[in-house]
């Protein structure tokens, strides 16, 4: 008879899609350095941010993740009962998030973009491939939830302002930013042989080059968003992350972002997201 039971615990699918949603956000929070962004330096862009707060609200976002997927299970199909379940828990996540977090925003569009995907991967398990998680997330993020409430968010304030695409057109095509930048990007990297974090952050760099990151037209218009484009070009340009030449335009980047308070939290949140079907196409999961 032992005190501790050490035998491991066999998870269910669901657990299984929520400990990766975790992983890939804290992965996210830790990869270093980010420009603009909360990571192991420090806070970058973010006064109310810090990486202890990015990592409590990840880990409070595990049981929506895993309720995701078990309604995913449950209703068998894409189709509004679907779409409204994870609707419901989604919005019950991000209060679980406030709570955890004293009311700051950690991760948002996070739990759009990752609730989506893990929702869409517990539908057919056996289908992970990129397009196939992304074809299925895009046609429940295309389904109205009829008890979604329509704040004015500041993706919405920047939607009538700029007339700019957000986190919900992003995952309503099919996140083209992870499927088109950083997928490609990640791999290009890791088979040149630039190491495993230079090749993360060379696609979230991938991601900024064209995203519409309504974080940064918020907080520093367009001119903040051209920055950001235009610089994670020039760092790829120069080599990417593992090159002395990209590294030096990186610390540039992050120094006119910061400078502008403009902090790319979408292109992370797709960063994530990228990180998250990565490991399910990998077979690692
Ligand atoms: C669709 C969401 C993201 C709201 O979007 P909206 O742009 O109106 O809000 P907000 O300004 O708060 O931005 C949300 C976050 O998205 C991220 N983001 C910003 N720009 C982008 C972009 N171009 N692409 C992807 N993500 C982005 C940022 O992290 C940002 O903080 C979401 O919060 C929502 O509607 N939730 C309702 C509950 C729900 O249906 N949940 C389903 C869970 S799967
Ligand atoms: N490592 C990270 N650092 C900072 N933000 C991140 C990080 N990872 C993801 N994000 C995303 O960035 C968003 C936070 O950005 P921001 O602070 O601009 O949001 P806000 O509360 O809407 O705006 P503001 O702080 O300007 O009032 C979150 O929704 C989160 O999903």
């Given amino acids: 008879m032992h005190a501790l039971n050490l035998q491991p ?33 420090g806070n970058g862009a973010h006064t109310d941010l810090h990486l202890g707060l990015m990592h409590a609200s990840a880990l409070s976002l595990w049981s929506a993740f895993k309720e995701m997927a078990e309604a995913a299970i449950e209703c068998g199909e894409i189709g509004l009962p679907l779409r409204e379940a994870v609707g419901r828990i989604g919005r019950e996540g991000e209060q679980a998030m406030l709570a955890t977090t004293g009311g700051v925003n950690t991760h948002r569009g996070a739990i759009w973009a990752l609730g989506l995907l893990v929702t869409a991967a517990a539908l057919e398990p056996e289908s992970s491939a990129a397009g196939s998680i992304t074809l299925r997330a895009a046609r429940l993020a295309l389904l109205d939830d009829r008890y979604a409430p329509r704040p004015l968010s500041h993706g919405a304030q920047v939607a009538q302002r700029y007339g700019a695409h957000g986190a919900r057109e992003e995952a ?26 230079n090749a993360r952050l060379d696609a ?77 196409e990998s077979g690692a999961f």
């Fill in 204 to 280: 979230l760099l991938a991601i900024m080059t064209r995203l519409a990151d309504t974080c940064v037209l918020y907080r520093a218009g367009e001119a903040g968003l051209h920055t950001m484009q235009h610089g994670a070009q020039a760092v790829l340009d120069a080599g990417g992350s593992a090159s002395l030449a990209g590294r030096r335009r990186l610390h540039e980047l992050d120094e006119q972002l910061i400078a502008l308070n403009a902090s790319p939290g979408g292109a992370a949140d797709l960063l994530a997201a990228c990180l998250f079907i990565d490991r399910l």
């Fill in 9 to 41: 615990k066999t998870l269910t699918l669901a657990e299984r899609l929520a400990d990766l949603a975790v992983d890939a956000l804290i992965d996210e929070a830790d990869l270093s350095p980010k420009p603009a962004l909360v990571d192991r330096r």
């Fill in 172 to 197: 309503q095509l099919g996140f083209p930013s992870v499927v088109q930048r950083a997928l490609p990007q990640l791999k290009h990297s890791r088979a040149a042989g630039h190491g495993e974090q």
